[in-house]
């Protein structure tokens, strides 16, 4: 491109898939926000799955979720902006054909992103997806822990493929 500057494609598919995994995320966590008052919530399927209003200042699905603590919005700030630059040094890297790879990055840096919005703005992140099975119960979580868990999946799959050798 002549004057400009030219975006690389991998850029372009997974901005554009981590913005409509931001869009998601902060649009269901205003809507819970909006809609149900902190701590509670509603059975959807009951003894199976419920909406409801928490908060969660550890990483995804309430790992070290610790009330009380001061330095712990600071260090998963760091973190999550650590491994976002880490993410777009990847996908600078990444060849434009390894798609399956660079959704994947799409989908971590979405979620990255959309959780780290909350706790810039917040201090913790809002999450709202509960799941239970009898007495086992899923901690509650959110459209962006859903991305970055199945955007690391797509991750470690794209890994196995490029050590496989193509079929003939």
Do not use: C
């Not at 901005?15 to 995320?25: E, P, T």
């Not at 060849?95 to 703005?121: C, E, M, Q, T």
């Amino acid at each position: 491109m002549r004057g400009g500057v030219q975006v690389r494609p991998q850029y372009i598919l997974a901005g554009s898939l981590a913005a409509v995994v931001v869009a998601l995320d902060q649009l269901t966590k205003y809507l819970v926000q909006k809609s149900l008052i902190l701590w509670t919530g509603i059975d959807v399927i009951p003894g199976f799955f419920s909406l409801v209003h928490s908060l969660n200042k550890g990483s995804a699905f309430g790992f070290m979720n610790h009330a009380g603590s001061v330095w712990q919005p600071y260090f998963f700030i760091a973190v999550t902006a650590f491994a976002i630059v880490i993410i777009l040094n990847l996908l600078s890297k990444a060849p434009a054909g390894d798609k399956l790879f660079i959704i994947s990055l799409g989908l971590i840096l979405g979620g990255a992103v959309g959780n780290l919005i909350d706790r810039v703005r917040l201090g913790e992140v809002v999450d709202f997806l509960d799941f239970a099975i009898g007495s086992f119960h899923w901690p509650a979580f959110n459209v962006a822990d859903m991305a970055i868990s199945l955007g690391s999946m797509a991750l470690i799959i794209s890994f196995y493929m490029r050590g496989r050798p193509p079929k003939k």
